[in-house]
């Protein structure tokens, strides 16, 4: 069964609309972590809009899964995740005026900082993964930039208006998926999967892990975080 790793940014976003204690996102990683997820994901972003460094420090000393850490590769950042040491480092881009990460790394374009990243991140001993479109090229300098994981960019096949489009990213993936392997990388997804239309990337034989966090946060305010994950963790089945 492909993995469940929950992103709880949005525990914080909820709790930065009135800079209070809560909702606390380590609270609410204790219960995605009772619920059966199999790892527990974050995003430091540069403005700190949601999760900050408080948050970060507490999650790594109370999180017994995965501890999953989105980050930009700013200097700043990269230094904190060297110090806090998740287990596994997610690269992602970083625009501050986006309302979420958009596109995928552009691993070609920035390769020399990105693999000087890499290698800072395998000398704390932490894994590596490099979210991307899924491209051939991409893929491949991702693989030459020595990251164990390349976590593939769900949101086009979220966004798709209609079958033909939704069909023919969903063939992108596979195939995406298939050139990874291929190379021996780990293969994980994400970004815009929810409970309607997880079950296509979930079958995708190959991929390891999907990484979700709106879909959840959205509906654990009507049912509860526990109930919200573990109808998740079904889906995956
Ligand atoms: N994976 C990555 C790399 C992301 O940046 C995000 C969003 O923070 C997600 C997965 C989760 O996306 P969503 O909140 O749309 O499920």
């Not at 940014?9 to 059966?36: I, M, N, S, Y």
């Not at 994981?149 to 096949?157: S, V, W």
Request: hydrophobic content about 45%.
């Amino acid at each position: 069964m492909v993995k469940l790793g929950v992103n709880i940014d949005h525990v914080a976003t909820l709790r930065q609309a009135r800079r209070e204690k809560e909702p606390d996102p380590v609270w609410a990683a204790v219960l995605c972590e009772l619920a059966g997820c199999h790892s527990i994901v974050v995003h430091l972003r540069e403005d700190r809009r949601h999760i900050n460094e408080r948050d970060l420090r507490l999650l790594r000393s109370t999180v017994k899964v995965k501890l999953n850490l989105e980050m930009s590769i700013a200097k700043e950042i990269v230094d904190i995740a060297c110090e806090i040491k998740p287990d596994q480092a997610t690269l992602v881009p970083e625009r501050r005026e986006e309302i979420t990460t958009e596109g995928g790394l552009d691993v070609i374009a920035y390769f020399s900082s990105i693999k000087e990243v890499v290698e800072r991140m395998h000398r704390e001993e932490i894994m590596v993964s490099l979210f991307i479109d899924p491209i051939e090229s991409q893929i491949k300098k991702a693989k030459e930039a020595h990251a164990e994981f390349i976590e593939l960019h769900t949101g086009a096949y979220a966004n798709a208006q209609n079958e033909v489009e939704r069909e023919r990213e969903l063939m992108r993936l596979i195939q995406a998926t298939q050139v990874a392997k291929g190379m021996g990388l780990r293969v994980n997804a994400g970004h815009g999967l929810n409970y309607l239309n997880v079950r296509n990337i979930a079958k995708i034989p190959g991929i390891e892990e999907l990484n979700i966090g709106h879909a959840i946060i959205s509906r654990a305010v009507f049912v509860g975080l526990e109930r919200a994950v573990k109808e998740m963790l079904e889906l995956l089945k």
